[in-house]
């Protein structure tokens, strides 16, 4: 079965501090992962993506994460967080065998000043 | 996404009534999805489709139809047969295959008169 699972809802960071958001997933095959962000009553846009290759993704706005195959892990990160990083993040895994994106339910990230 | 218009922004329904949601893109896309967005569930697939006449049913398809006449068009309709139909509504494109990231439209915001 395709899953995945981000375990916080919110994650409360000062402005500056570094910022972790976790995604853990479940999928046959090769997964294909990708990082979203979404602000209200926006669409969701594309941060980075990992398909193959170097397990740390550089990705958009300062974004990174990094790929762990034996934690199932996908863990989205920044060194230094901004008042504007405040947003719904989501994490997806995609599988050839299936062909669709799975999403997790969303975290939302709170950035104080 | 400039290229990704959805619309309305903004959408009521009656009871037992039908009503249609458009998606418009310019990207030139082959591929075309339509979730739906829940507080605290992420996006559930409802309809996807790979080329144009032809599409397949997501993991939420009940109450729900589409067509695809138009590479440019994926128009949704949610159906009296849907009875908890609000939710925000998203269309997303894509070159095609999971492994490629999707290009999210602004949503449209469904309720229940």
């Known amino acids: 079965a395709q899953s995945v699972a981000q375990p916080e809802d919110q994650v409360n960071v000062a402005e500056g501090n570094p910022l972790t958001v976790k995604c853990t997933y479940s999928?046959?095959?090769?997964?294909?992962l990708f990082w979203y962000v979404q602000y209200p009553n926006r669409g969701l846009q594309f941060l980075l993506k990992y398909i193959t290759g170097d397990n740390l993704v550089k990705g958009s706005y300062g974004f990174e994460a990094e790929f762990n195959k034996s934690q199932t892990s996908f863990h989205l990160k920044k060194p230094s967080a901004l008042v504007s990083d405040s947003a719904l993040y989501f994490c997806?895994?995609?599988?050839?065998?299936?062909?669709?994106?799975?999403f997790g339910q969303g975290t939302t990230l709170q950035v104080k000043p | 996404d400039g290229g990704i218009t959805q619309s309305p922004k903004y959408l009521f329904r009656k009871e037992g009534q039908n009503v249609t949601l458009s998606c418009e893109q310019n990207l030139n896309h082959d591929a075309m999805y339509w979730y739906r967005q829940d507080p605290g569930q992420g996006l559930r697939l409802i309809y996807y489709s790979q080329i144009v006449n032809d599409f397949q049913k997501g993991d939420i398809a009940e109450g729900y139809s589409v067509s695809r006449e138009k590479k440019e068009s994926f128009p949704l309709t949610v159906t009296s047969a849907q009875k908890n139909p609000t939710a925000f509504y998203l269309c997303a494109t894509a070159w095609g295959g999971v492994v490629q990231p999707q290009h999210f439209g602004d949503g449209t915001r469904l309720s229940i008169l």
């Open positions: 997806a895994v995609g599988s050839a065998n299936t062909g669709k994106l799975i």
């Open positions: 999928v046959s095959g090769n997964p294909y």
